[in-house]
């Protein structure tokens, strides 16, 4: 069996992951899986695929994630989604992950679909909270579970003291480890870390990483981490938004030194976000030195 804990605990040096999202077409599909393909090889400690608003994505990631478990070396990680779902949905797709090979479950509450911020509304038979995905996703079978946290806070938490209570309640009813979601200063990440730990949990805290190759990807990291950007980050990126090459240098230059903090820091496993595209993280991989040594070794550029 596949388990993410396994893989991360069985690690003696530093190791990452890989995020794709469900592809929205047979193109999508065709570079989600050349991507999956140019990273099998650099040997991650798992790979994930997100879970969408409902419909033909959701249908993606679970027809995806099952190929990976049957098809590929990787350890596959579906994310799954309390949204719209009732208690005896969610069970068929934990018990259809298991059917296919798939053990590990990134169980998330999800957002209402259209508005992020809208009114949660809980599926009539469905349910509230990401703490009770967890403890359904247990119940199910010999799952590895994992949740995720915030750095700066859920954006609907009133505090982080409110928001380290829940977040430590969902990894107690179950979880192995926690993602956290994207963040501009390894401290910010440390922080967390360190409420978690002071709060009496000693669960796995794992930095989600987005590679900053283009503006639009610096947009998303600030959208999703729900934080101003520090204003050195600004002034190193802003200048070169005109300029792709220099953009994409400077913005990989930044998160290797975000990357290597954390990883001085005793961080075990980092996290990217791939965007269906493997160039920019496997050049990561590479500069970080965290290719495993089962993976095969790097292409050496020709003179
Ligand atoms: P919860 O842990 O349930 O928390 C939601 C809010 O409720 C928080 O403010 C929390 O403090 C509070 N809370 C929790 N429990 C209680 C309680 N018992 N009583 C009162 N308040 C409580 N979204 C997708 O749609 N698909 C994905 O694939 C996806 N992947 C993600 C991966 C990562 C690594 C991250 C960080 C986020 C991802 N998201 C995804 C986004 C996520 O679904 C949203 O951020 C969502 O708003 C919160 O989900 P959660 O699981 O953290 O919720």
């Known amino acids: 069996m596949r388990r993410v804990a396994d893989r991360l605990n069985g690690s003696d040096r530093p190791t990452f992951s890989v995020e794709f999202f469900p592809p929205r077409d047979e193109a999508d599909e065709a570079i989600l899986w050349r991507s999956i393909r140019e990273l099998e090889p650099l040997d991650p400690a798992y790979m994930s695929i997100t879970y969408g608003a409902g419909g033909t994505s959701r249908e993606g990631t679970i027809r995806n994630i099952a190929r990976v478990a049957t098809d590929t070396t990787l350890v596959p990680m579906a994310h799954l989604t309390a949204v719209n779902h009732s208690v005896a949905e969610l069970r068929n797709v934990i018990g259809h992950f298991a059917a296919v090979g798939v053990h590990n479950v990134l169980a998330l509450r999800g957002d209402p ?101 283009t503006p639009k990807t610096l947009r998303k990291t600030i959208e999703l981490s729900g934080a101003t950007p520090p204003a050195w980050l600004t002034e190193r990126l802003d200048p070169l938004s005109d300029d792709p090459k220099a953009f994409r240098a400077e913005g990989l230059n930044v998160i290797t030194e975000l990357c290597e903090r954390l990883l001085r820091e005793g961080v075990p496993e980092l996290h990217f976000y791939t965007f269906n595209r493997s160039k920019a993280t496997r050049e990561l991989v590479d500069r970080l030195g965290l290719r495993s040594p089962r993976a095969e070794p790097a292409l050496t550029t020709r003179p």
């Not at 579970?145 to 009813?173: C, I, M, N, Q």
């Not at 870390?193 to 794992?206: I, K, N, S, T, Y």
């Open 113 to 213: 679909p259209g508005d992020p911020m809208g009114e949660w509304v809980a599926h009539p038979e469905g349910l509230h909270y990401a703490e009770e995905l967890v403890r359904l996703t247990r119940e199910l079978g010999d799952f590895c579970v994992g949740v995720s946290a915030f750095p700066y806070g859920h954006p609907r938490s009133p505090d982080l003291e409110t928001d380290t209570h829940y977040l430590v309640r969902k990894l107690r009813a179950g979880a192995d480890f926690a993602i956290a979601q994207l963040f501009f200063e390894a401290d910010d990440f440390l922080r967390l870390r360190d409420r978690v730990a002071a709060a009496g949990c000693d669960a796995l805290m794992l930095p989600g990483i987005m590679p900053l190759t």
